[in-house]
Structure formats: C-alpha cells, structure tokens
C-alpha cells in the first residue's frame, strides 16, 4: 500500500523506462492482493499516473494515454481473464473505470476500454456487473453522445432485460437515467 502511494512521485522521478522495468511487474499484482486497502490503493495510484504531469509543465502528461493502455491496462486485461476471484475482477473494472476517466484516453482506446466494460456485464456475479455498470457511467460522460446511444445504451438494456438482481438493476436504472441527462 505504501508503495501504490509513493508509486507516482517515484515515477516521476526515475522515468517511464525505470518504471516500466522495475516497478510494473509489482504495480499490476498490487490490483491482485488480499488485502483490500492495497487494491483500493492501487486504483487511486493508477488515476495518480494517469494525472502525472512533466515538472514544470502542467499541460504535457508524463505517461500518456498510449503508454498507460499499452503497458496497465493490456496487462490488467489480461489478468482479468484469469481471475477466479470476484473482488479481483472488481478491481480491475475500477481501473478501467480511472483510465476511462479521461477523454483523452476515450479518444484513441475507446473501443478497448468500452469492449472490456460491456464484457463484463456478463459476469456470473453480481457484484462484476454492478461494477462495469457503474464504469459505464463514469466513462459514458466522456463519450460522444451517439456512440453512447449506439454502444453503452443497447447493452445496459440487453442486461436489463435479463438481470435479477435489484441492485444490479437499480444501477442499470441510475446510468441509463444519467445517459439521458448527459445527451
């Protein structure tokens, strides 16, 4: 946990290259960790990388969107698939959620993002489908309208339409409600 808070001044300081050789490996298994407090840590780490910015120059982000997709959220990804617990699985759609929380990442890894958040709404738990609805919510709002009606929107009905959880249901009700607020 420690580590996940110093992670992003850390980097900062020793590079993208350092960083990716020395420190990646540990940052992607902290998502993995029995302790709940290090995953939390992990994600608010990840949303720290994502804001880093050059010293000095508060425009030029120090890890930009490509890197973080390329070398985070590939290897999040692919952990994912191989994930038998359902905390772990959550976890990992709170960082796509943080990634997603960018437009700028929208822009160029829309597709990769949005296909593994719709993916998860077929999760067997619950729990996984509440989490990628409430991901959906959170990237919809950096999202062109149209494509939210043409690809958020179908599959948070699909769900609906299937779901027997309330509470799943009931944030299927709240991002479709805040959708059409935001169109």
Not at 7 to 16: D, E, R, W, Y
Not at 45 to 73: E, T, Y
Not at 137 to 146: A, E, I, N
Request: contains cysteine.
């Amino acid at each position: 946990r420690a580590l996940n808070r110093i992670l992003p001044a850390v980097a900062a300081k020793q590079g993208q290259d350092s960083f990716k050789r020395q420190l990646l490996g540990r940052f992607i298994r902290s998502f993995q960790d029995r302790i709940c407090q290090v995953r939390i840590s992990a994600v608010e780490a990840l949303a720290s990388l994502r804001d880093l910015s050059h010293h000095g120059v508060s425009s030029a982000p120090f890890f930009d969107v490509n890197w973080l997709i390329l070398n985070v959220g590939k290897r999040l990804g692919d952990v994912y698939l191989r994930m038998s617990y359902y905390v772990y699985r959550i976890t990992i759609l709170q960082a796509f959620e943080q990634l997603a929380a960018d437009s700028s990442v929208l822009d160029d890894h829309v597709e990769t993002i949005l296909i593994f958040l719709t993916g998860a709404l077929k999760d067997e738990v619950p729990n996984v489908r509440f989490a990628a609805v409430e991901a959906l919510r959170t990237s919809s709002r950096f999202l062109d309208d149209s494509f939210v009606k043409r690809h958020i929107e179908p599959a948070l009905r699909e769900l609906e339409e299937a779901e027997v959880d309330l509470d799943v249901r009931s944030a299927i009700d709240n991002t479709l409600s805040s959708l059409c607020s935001y169109m």
